[in-house]
C-alpha cells in the first residue's frame, strides 16, 4: 500500500488557459510528477476528470507487464502527414522508465510543439 500524500501545490507554470494549448499543461503536470514522485511509483496514469477506471483491475494488469524496460499504456493518435501523439480522452500510463525517457524529451525542440506557454526550467 502507498502512503497517502497531502494535497500538493499546482505545479509552476504559466500557461495560455485554452484548449488547444492543452500538451503545454500536459507537459508541466509529467515533469512535475517526475520531479516530485518519479522514484516512488513504478506507475503513473493520467486521465481527465471524466475518465473511469477501476483501480484493482488496473493495478492486477499492471502487475503483468515488465518494469525493466520503458512501457507506454494508452491510445495513440497520428494525423496524416503529421505527428504522433497520445490520446488524453482514454488516459494513459507510464511505467518508471517510460515516465524517466519522456521526461528527458520533454524540452526537446520537436517535443516542444508550437506554444503560447513557459514552462520554467529546474535549476542544474
Known amino acids: 500500500m502507498h502512503r497517502r500524500h497531502p494535497p500538493s501545490p499546482t ?8 484548449y488547444n494549448n492543452i500538451w503545454q499543461k500536459v507537459r508541466s503536470i509529467w515533469k512535475y510528477v517526475h ?4 522514484g516512488e511509483f513504478e506507475w503513473t496514469f493520467i486521465g481527465g476528470d471524466d475518465l473511469f477506471v477501476i483501480p484493482s483491475n488496473l ?8 518494469t525493466d524496460e520503458p512501457v507506454f499504456l494508452g491510445r495513440r493518435f497520428q494525423i496524416p502527414g ?12 507510464l511505467n518508471r522508465k ?3 525517457l519522456l521526461v528527458d ?6 517535443v ?6 513557459h514552462v520554467p526550467r529546474r535549476a542544474a
Not at 520531479?35 to 518519479?38: E, V
Not at 516542444?112 to 506557454?117: H, K, L, P, V, W
Open 11 to 18: 505545479p509552476a507554470h504559466v500557461i495560455c488557459r485554452r
Open 59 to 66: 493495478r492486477a494488469y499492471l502487475h503483468t507487464l515488465p
Open 105 to 110: 524529451h520533454l524540452d526537446d525542440p520537436k
Open 112 to 117: 516542444q510543439g508550437g506554444s503560447e506557454a
Open 98 to 100: 517510460a515516465l524517466q
Open 82 to 93: 503529421s505527428q504522433l501523439f497520445n490520446s488524453g480522452g482514454a488516459g494513459y500510463g
Open 35 to 38: 520531479a516530485s514522485y518519479g
